[in-house]
């Protein structure tokens, strides 16, 4: 089926929603370590419109966009599908991670790095995305059903791992198992696939990046008041 | 195939490229229309999350975000495909959609209704994101190839007629023949489409939404400082 590349960042919950379609599928794939502070001729090639990562170089070709890239896995290599096969069924897993990605997952971001009145609007916010989550998921134990992960799995999956140390860095408690009883049960069944947990950053790792990032984003955002 | 509903504003071009969607498939439809400053009990109970149109309810099922729209529509009825069939060019069509929401048609906007520097920003950063579409239609009569519209079309279908009003009310030109000569080809190609004229709304009706949310949206933008 051709040569498969990942162009990543072994911090980017992105590159690992990419790296987690792959093994599922079981494709062969070499993976290329991408210096986000310096970045490379290859990246700039292949992703010149957002130059980021991931990118997925299949026979020389290029795509970028995480969420773009598990559909054309998923219609590339058939095996395992990650989404269901019933147009609304479709519909509503793309409506699902559309909104996880705007909605959860940004506000979520704005949470950990924001401070004061505009850090507490931001959990406030985020509490409510997640409420629609913990509804939607309710009586499965997967978003994608009961037996297996899929692409709204993926879709979701930065939130046992990536959340939790945005909370720890970011002094907040977004997901517990008081408020969100179902979504914090579907984080526990999700870690513990094999599969999942060899594609996840260290957690030291992760903190230092956190941290770093939010000494960024504070930067930024004084630089624009 | 079960009865057909869409909940939409006349003057959203989200809700047109649900309609044109139905129309290239021959599928008929009830319009309902919502009065956006008074929303309904069945746009709040089809769309409790965003509160948004378009929604499209098909069997009593309701689907909302119009791009997700479009892709239930091509994979319920198959005849004049919308997508291509090659996965790769439908990751292309994909991440073009995606890319043109969220840097050309959101920087539009904003070089519409914001004011000074701000505004020049705005217009400048626009150019950049259209330009990349300009290269991405060379050598096609259409986004979707040469013969006939598709998805993408549909979804870049904002600029001829919508783009046109935000440039005269916002007192600002984007797109010409001059700057951007194959897009402003395309523009002509579209627009050119009967079916596409019928779905339009009126030209003066448009005017003076984009008055009422440019007051809006600068009144917004004031309290927020």
Known sequence: MGEVKVIGSS?????????????????????????????SPLLLKYNPVHKKVPVLVHDDKPIAESLA???????????????????????????????????????????????????????????????????????????????????????????????????????MKLIDAEKFPILHEWTQNFFEIPLIKECLPPRDALVNYFHFSMSYMRSMGANKQ
């Open 69 to 171: 890239i598990l559909e054309y896995i998923d219609e590339t290599w058939k095996n395992n599908p990650l989404l269901p096969q019933d147009p609304y069924e479709r519909a509503m897993a793309r409506f699902w991670a559309k909104f996880a990605d705007e909605k959860c997952l940004m506000r979520a971001f704005e949470a950990f790095w924001k401070e004061g009145r505009e850090k507490e609007k931001a959990i406030e916010s985020a509490l409510e995305s997640f409420a629609f989550l913990e509804k939607q998921i309710q009586g499965r134990r997967f978003f994608s059903g009961d037996d297996k992960i899929g692409y709204l799995d993926l879709a979701m999956g930065w939130i046992p791992h990536w959340l939790n140390v945005m909370e720890e860095v970011g002094g």
């Open 11 to 39: 911090k980017s919950l992105f590159c690992t929603r990419v790296e987690w379609a792959l093994k599922l599928k079981g494709v062969a794939y070499e993976y290329l370590e991408e210096d986000l502070l310096n970045k």
